[in-house]
């Protein structure tokens, strides 16, 4: 069983940063693919950011250049760093571990709780 917990939500202006943490309880974390999800009021669930066992990265196209997917295997952590926030990011990010070998919503065998990120223009 894997257990996620995020962290590092909060308020901050457009173009501001922040760095959000997703901690893991696995022993197998190093094999582990860990993905960075987000979901809008009213909006679906999106793909934002995934890193695999290989530290092979993959982003949204709305993200790419601005956010950065990161794990640290001796915290069995991994974080994702936004910068240049957009009143658009704003969401619940949610971690997640894929069941299946795709980056799809559908796909993910885990998720965390989620933090909120709101994003003042």
């Known amino acids: 069983q894997v257990q996620l917990v995020e962290s590092g939500g909060g308020l901050v202006q457009a173009g501001g940063s922040l760095r959000l943490s997703c901690a893991a309880s696995v022993r197998t974390f190093s094999n582990l693919n860990m993905g960075w999800f987000r979901q809008a009021p009213g909006k679906e669930r999106e793909f934002v950011a995934g890193?695999?066992?290989?530290?092979?990265?993959y982003y949204a196209d709305s993200v790419k250049g601005r956010f950065t997917i990161s794990r640290d295997s001796a915290k069995s952590t991994v974080y994702l760093q936004m910068n240049s926030l957009k009143p658009e990011d704003a969401a619940v990010y949610y971690c997640?571990?894929?069941?299946?070998?795709?980056?799809?919503?559908?796909?993910?065998?885990?998720w965390g709780k989620g933090t909120l990120v709101t994003v003042s223009s």
């Open positions: 890193i695999d066992w290989s530290f092979s990265t």
């Open positions: 997640a571990v894929p069941g299946g070998s795709t980056w799809r919503v559908g796909d993910m065998g885990h």
